[in-house]
């Protein structure tokens, strides 16, 4: 079977890590109808805009996308291109596997959990207003449709990765109406889930746990803003944002992306890493069924990361990123 996939190389290191990400789904064996679209701040002069309607079009005909990073303009008028796809492709799931890599320096072994983040409300639906010229005002929405439909996609990607806990994380002590309408759509959701363990954490308390000890959890789920915090710690807590992969994921599309950004400092040198990006084909790879090539992409970062011999300079290497491709690939 042929996937019809768009993929949105991005600014800065964009073109280069997924263009890794690429040569390695095409040397898995999957076959891939690459629908090559652009975006980003280096196409605002040619199409007006950083995120013409056609890269869209192209995202709601395939249904998946694999995206590199784009230089979010600053102060240009712009809005976030990743807030902008979220929003109208309506991709409430926002997911990051979190997980320590023997040769990845961290003080942390064995960490491998899930971060979930509801992706559409709470203080990032983006109603402020000014009461007065002292006084400004964010409104936190939380929903049941919402809170419910997140929950329920923790429990099910819980399952689909045997998984043992969901843990729910909020500020429910506090905020009793908003985080309590969030924490009772969890507990409603849970009850229908006996098959996964469930508990709730206060935010703040999970923030000490995470750190204290990462292996204790495994699926965790929570509003926006609490995700948005939490994901970049995790990410800290496994070597930084530069080995994480992540996924935007909706009712109708997918789009997946690593964590780290357009890193203008090293664009086109040749330096990217390119595992956030390798590892985000492996997950892409799974959400489309091709598990067992996303295992072996797994495994062969793996066993490279760990080899130490053929890395990029973040990682105190010599590699550039062509040549940490061509390793991965080798390994496979
Ligand atoms: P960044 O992640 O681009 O860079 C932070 C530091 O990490 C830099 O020193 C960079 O060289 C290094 N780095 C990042 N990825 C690397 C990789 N794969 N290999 C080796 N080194 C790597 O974050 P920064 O500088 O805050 O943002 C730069 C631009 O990226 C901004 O315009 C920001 O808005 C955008 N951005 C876009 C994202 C996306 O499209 N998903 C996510 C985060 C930032």
Not at 102 to 108: D, E, I
Not at 115 to 136: C, F, K, P, Q, W
Not at 214 to 235: Q, R
Not at 315 to 320: N, T, Y
Request: net charge neutral; glycine share 8%.
């Amino acid at each position: 079977m042929t996937h019809n996939i768009t993929l949105i190389p991005g600014d800065g290191i964009g073109p280069e890590v997924t263009n890794s990400a690429k040569s390695v789904i095409e040397a898995s064996g999957v076959k891939v109808n690459w629908d090559i679209v652009e975006a980003g701040a280096a196409v605002i002069d040619k199409y007006g805009t950083p995120l013409p309607e056609s890269v869209l079009e192209s995202i709601k005909k395939n249904k998946v996308a694999l995206k590199g990073p784009v230089t979010t303009p600053v102060g240009s008028g712009f809005r976030s291109i990743n807030v902008a796809l979220r929003k109208k492709l309506n991709l409430y799931a926002n997911i990051r596997p979190v997980k320590t890599y023997k040769g990845v320096p961290s003080r942390y072994e064995d960490v491998n959990l899930i971060i979930v983040r509801e992706n559409t409300e709470d203080l990032y639906a983006g109603i402020e207003h000014m009461v007065s010229s002292d006084i400004a005002e964010s409104i936190k929405v939380i929903s049941k449709k919402a809170s419910t439909r997140i929950v329920e996609f923790a429990f099910d990607l819980a399952k689909k990765q045997n998984r043992e806990k969901v843990t729910a994380v909020h500020k429910a002590n506090i905020m009793k109406l908003s985080d309590g309408l969030f924490l009772k759509c969890a507990r409603d959701v849970a009850k229908n889930n006996k098959d996964i363990n469930f508990e709730d954490v206060i935010v703040d308390a999970m923030s000490m746990k995470l750190v204290l000890n990462p292996k204790d959890f495994d699926v965790l789920v929570m509003p926006n803003l609490y995700g948005d915090i939490l994901s970049d710690m995790a990410a800290g807590l496994v070597g930084g944002l530069g080995f994480l992969p992540g996924a935007n994921i909706g009712k109708d599309a997918a789009v997946f992306e690593p964590a780290h950004g357009s890193a203008p400092d090293i664009a086109g040198e040749g330096k990217a890493n390119p595992t956030a990006a390798i590892l985000t084909a492996a997950l892409m790879l799974k959400y489309i069924g091709e598990i067992e090539a996303a295992n072996k992409i797994e495994k062969a970062i793996e066993k490279v990361l760990e080899d130490k011999k053929c890395v990029t300079g973040d990682l105190g290497g010599k590699a550039s990123t062509l040549e940490f491709t061509e390793a991965v690939i080798r390994e496979m």
